[in-house]
């Protein structure tokens, strides 16, 4: 079965302080390992889809990466409005191609 | 605003009761997902249509049900409703951009069985 375990399950940082999330997964075949960001009552919204081992995608403060059993998002340098919970998810290759998420980080980013 | 909708944001209904939620994706996806997030059990994959056809599934009770329309809208049908089954629910959809499959979330439907 898919597992999607991420850590910590809460972050508190400084502003100006760079972390890492992580992301670690077992899944058969990986089609996909999608990163989002949720703020409260809100719909998740998508920040990136990294494919291969070895793969980067960065967007303003954020950095992803990914190898074979887990990934990271960097957070360089974060703003009081990065505060939100991180999603990390996997979509399975071949068959039906099950989307499994993981708990979720809250970041919360102090002034 | 992502371009996915979601009807009725809110809905509140007794148990044993059946509901229809409502999504209607971004001008262009052809893919629509289903998520059920609940506070005990965070963001549950439920199913995925693919322009009409059933593409992929997660842990959908038998209870609940989705179709997707020839205009590619589409609804989640929720049945025997029970206490449990309070949660937000989350309609996404996709398209390509590149080689990126870029999953785009509504605002969702926040449902409420008394």
């Known amino acids: 079965e898919d597992q999607v375990t991420q850590s910590p399950e809460a972050l508190r940082l400084q502003e100006g302080e760079s972390s890492s999330l992580n992301c670690s997964y077992t899944v058969s075949g990986l089609r996909g390992l999608f990163w989002y960001r949720q703020d409260p009552g809100k719909g998740p919204e998508f920040l990136f889809t990294l494919y291969s081992a070895g793969e980067e995608k960065e967007k303003e403060r954020l950095k992803a990466t990914l190898t074979k059993k887990e990934s990271f998002l960097h957070i360089t340098a974060p703003k009081p409005e990065d505060s939100a919970t991180y999603l990390c998810?996997?979509?399975?290759?071949?068959?039906?191609?099950?989307?499994?998420f993981g708990t979720g980080t809250k970041l919360q980013v102090i002034p | 605003d992502s371009g996915v909708t979601q009807t009725p944001k809110h809905l509140i209904t007794a148990t044993g009761q059946r509901v229809t939620l409502r999504c209607s994706p971004r001008?262009?996806?052809?893919?629509v997902y289903w998520y059920q997030q609940s506070l005990d059990q965070g963001l549950q994959f439920l199913i995925q249509?693919?322009?009409?056809?059933?593409?992929a599934k997660g842990n959908i009770l038998e209870r609940f049900s989705a179709q997707q329309f020839p205009d590619l809208h589409s609804e989640l049908n929720l049945s025997s409703l029970e206490l449990g089954d309070s949660a937000l629910y989350f309609c996404?959809?996709?398209?390509?951009?590149?080689?990126?499959?870029?999953?785009?979330f509504g605002p969702g439907t926040r449902l409420l069985v008394l």
């Open positions: 996404a959809s996709s398209g390509r951009t590149g080689l990126e499959e870029t999953q785009y």
């Open positions: 001008s262009g996806d052809l893919s």
């Open positions: 249509y693919y322009n009409g056809e059933e593409r």
């Open positions: 998810a996997v979509q399975e290759s071949g068959g039906y191609q099950k989307v499994t």
